[in-house]
C-alpha cells in the first residue's frame, strides 16, 4: 500500500515539491524520511548500506566543509558515478573535479541543497561513450547536529 502523504522533494527545474520519476529515487527519498525520524535531518549514522543495496553503486556521498568559500569533498562514490563521469571520483575534492561545467553545475546544486534545507532532484543529460545519457539525479542532506548540513547523499535514478 502506498504512502497517504509521500515525502516530497523540491524539482530544481520547477521550484515545486514533488516526486521524483525514478522509482528507485521515489524509494531512497522514503527510507531518508525514515531514518530521519521527527527530525530536520538524519546523520550518517542512520544511512545503513546494506539497506541501500537497491542502488549502492548509484550512491554518493559527500562531506560539506564549511568556511568561505564553503568546499565540498567527495567521501565515496558508487562505480555507476565512474562510468558516467569517465574516472574514480571517491576522496576527489569538488574544486579538482576536471569538467569545469559539471564542477559548477554540481556545486550550485549542492549549495540551493543547504539553502533550501530540503531533498532535491532533477534530472540531466549527459555524454557518455558518445551517447546521450538521461538520467534523474537527487541530493538528500545529512547532518551530524541535526541542524547544519555536514554530509550529501546523493542517487542516480535508473529506471
Known sequence: MAEPNPPRAINDATGLAE???????????????GQ????????RGDIDPVDLGFMLDRIALTEVHDGDPRRYR??????????????EATGMWLEDWPH???????????????AGRAPRF????????????????????????GSRVSMIMTGIGQD
Open 19 to 33: 516526486l521524483p520519476a525514478s522509482a528507485d529515487l521515489r524509494r531512497l527519498l522514503a527510507y531518508w524520511n
Open 36 to 43: 530521519r525520524g521527527a527530525r530536520t535531518f538524519p546523520g
Open 74 to 87: 567527495l567521501r565515496l562514490v558508487g562505480s555507476f558515478w565512474h562510468r558516467l563521469v569517465g574516472f
Open 100 to 114: 569545469a561545467n559539471q564542477r559548477k553545475i554540481t556545486m550550485d546544486f549542492y549549495e540551493a541543497l543547504i
Open 122 to 145: 532533477t534530472r540531466r543529460d549527459a555524454i557518455v561513450d558518445d551517447q546521450v545519457l538521461s538520467y534523474e539525479i537527487m541530493l538528500l542532506p545529512l547532518s551530524e547536529d
